[in-house]
């Protein structure tokens, strides 16, 4: 705001609404994320619902990973490509499903769908494996790296950062999580992108992003560049959890967001309430935001704890689940 920047961008990027910092951003994230362009959505629901219901085309395959988020699903309802769920984090199933459509005269391109790392369990996609599928069948792999991107890669770049330049590979960035502002980032080949300005409507008709959010990202981006201790910080909180769960008997997802699975929808809210009451900020994910029987505590992990805080919430879990019968 000091040097001029709106808060509002009064229109579409195609009419008025367009703005230097949404160019500039656009730039140096296609820079940072070795793409040839990126383009800038006011959230990664709207960014996944542009890709999903512009990209692939009538003829065309999404295969998509049972757990992906709601926003893929949204997406793909208004888009024109058959679709189909692979099972999750399984690279055999996603190959089995494009060859059981080229056996069923299945001509177009397959768009394979998924996270990096899972917003609910924490796990992280076979991207190695599901790269070369992509490129086997002449298709593309959209990652979406909302609970990578700052964690995860070089200079924070992601999971699939060592697959930068790709041709067949789309990442998604969301900007309101470890980038500490709001939006969304798409970053691919310029003909990809180029497509998504002129067919996405998710990004035609709605108002632009704040510009100064967008600047706000560039300076997160900065960040990540700049001050890799973060991540190094944010690792070892990890590392300290994980073995903390494993001492109660708990896998740990390798990641910063924590499951719990504690199957009943009452025995999770129960244990969540207990934990809150112990002073710490902890919910019950219940279906359908997960599958039936597998309702959880999440817990994400950020810089704004210490050791003290996660010995203190495992303590507190630890003790709840004493105290709730399963």
Same mark, same amino acid.
């Given at each position: 705001?000091?040097? $001029? ?38 959230? $990664?629901?709207?960014?996944?619902? @542009? ?57 177009? %391109? ?32 959209? @990652? ?96 300290? %959890? ?41 919910? @019950? ?42």
């Amino acid at each position: 705001m000091a040097r $001029g920047v709106p808060v509002g961008a009064a229109g579409s990027r195609l009419l008025r609404g367009n703005h230097p910092e949404h160019e500039a951003l656009e730039a140096e994230a296609a820079a940072f994320f070795g793409a040839g362009r990126a383009l800038f959505f006011g959230g $990664g629901y709207n960014a996944n619902v @542009a890709l999903l219901s512009a990209l692939p085309q009538r003829g065309d395959l999404v295969v998509y990973d049972a757990l992906i988020h709601a926003s893929v699903h949204e997406g793909m309802k208004s888009g024109k490509a058959e679709t189909v769920a692979a099972l999750h984090n399984d690279a055999q199933s996603v190959e089995d499903a494009i060859g059981a459509w080229r056996a069923r005269g299945g001509r177009g %391109t397959p768009w394979i769908v998924v996270e990096t790392i899972y917003s609910m369990d924490g796990d992280a996609a076979p991207l190695d494996d599901l790269m070369a599928i992509a490129e086997r069948h002449d298709g593309f792999l959209i @990652a979406d790296e909302a609970h990578a991107t700052g964690v995860f890669g070089p200079d924070g770049r992601g999971r699939a950062a060592h697959l930068e330049g790709r041709d067949a590979l789309i990442t998604l960035h969301t900007c309101g999580k470890a980038l500490g502002a709001s939006g969304a980032l798409v970053a691919g080949h310029a003909t990809l992108i180029d497509f998504l300005v002129n067919r996405a409507r998710p990004f035609i008709y709605a108002t632009a992003p704040s510009p100064l959010m967008a600047a706000a990202v560039r300076e997160g981006l900065r960040i990540l560049k700049e001050e890799p201790e973060r991540r190094s910080r944010l690792s070892a909180l990890v590392a300290r %959890t994980g073995e903390k769960l494993g001492a109660m008997g708990w896998p740990a997802s390798g990641s910063q967001i924590v499951p719990v699975i504690l199957g009943s929808n009452a025995r999770a809210a129960a244990v969540a309430a207990h934990v809150r009451g112990a002073g710490f900020d902890c919910r @019950a994910i219940r279906p359908p935001t997960v599958p039936e029987g597998t309702a959880r505590l999440r817990i994400s992990l950020t810089l704004n704890v210490d050791e003290a805080i996660i010995d203190g919430l495992m303590g507190a879990i630890a003790e709840a689940l004493e105290q709730v019968a399963a």
